[in-house]
């Protein structure tokens, strides 16, 4: 077995290691969730644009949590999120909403890698907090619509929906939906509104990143998972690496 550039001690756990595994003694290495958690750090926060039909949006994941549930094979990441809709530069919308994603941790010894694959959007729940906002309807229509029209009390006449043509590049129907959902000032409403987008934003952004990790020579546990590593498996809250086949 040729040892890379290791340090003198990591090249003495890894040779102790060989040792426990060629007799038996070790068949599996462990993460914590903590040792996750500070791999994924770096990548917080990020944001990314929200597609609105009047006016822009964007949401904003601030931290994520990594856990592994006892209840089943799958990594969870969940995560604060800040999301606003602003028109001609004001917020007319703000909240706070907790995501959760998941998926499954697959090991291919060939290539000596780590997939992240089947990976799905299993909540987006609203958080009821101070960052809440929904502005008046009154006020939304003061903003979009010019000044002779401005004191216009329904969203449904006909002056409208042709004022909203100009300001909405002619999609005229998607804006006054979008707007009537202010009606009632139900952040929860919006908020139901933006979830697919919000999915689909969510699933592309992990989508942008490798979602395959192969394992350093330049660390010494990776080093010998690379060589005689089997298997990855979420078991007891702990991501373990299997030096033996499947039962």
Known sequence: MLLPQLSWRDKLNTLVGYCLIKTGRLQHDIFTEQELNALIAPYFPFSEQLTVPIGEGHFSCLEGQLSMPVSSNRLTLQMLCAIEVKVMGTPIYKAH???GLSALPNYFPA????????????????????????????????KLLPLPL?????????????????????????????????????????LDYHKPKLAKALLAKLEERSLEYTMDDNHWREFLFARYGKRVDVEDQQLKFYFTEAP
Do not use: C, E, M
Not at 150 to 156: D, N
Not at 161 to 183: E, I, M, N
């Open 111 to 142: 290539s000596a890698s780590l997939h992240i694959t089947d990976t799905r959007v299993d909540f987006i729940h609203l958080l009821n907090d101070h960052y809440s906002l929904v502005k008046d309807t009154q006020f939304i229509i003061d």
């Open 97 to 99: 909403a907790a995501a």
């Open 150 to 190: 401005s004191g216009l009390g329904s969203l449904l006449g006909q002056p409208l929906r042709s004022a909203l043509s100009l300001v909405s590049a002619g999609s005229t129907d998607q804006a006054l939906d979008y707007l009537k959902l202010y009606l009632q000032g139900s952040t929860q409403r919006i």
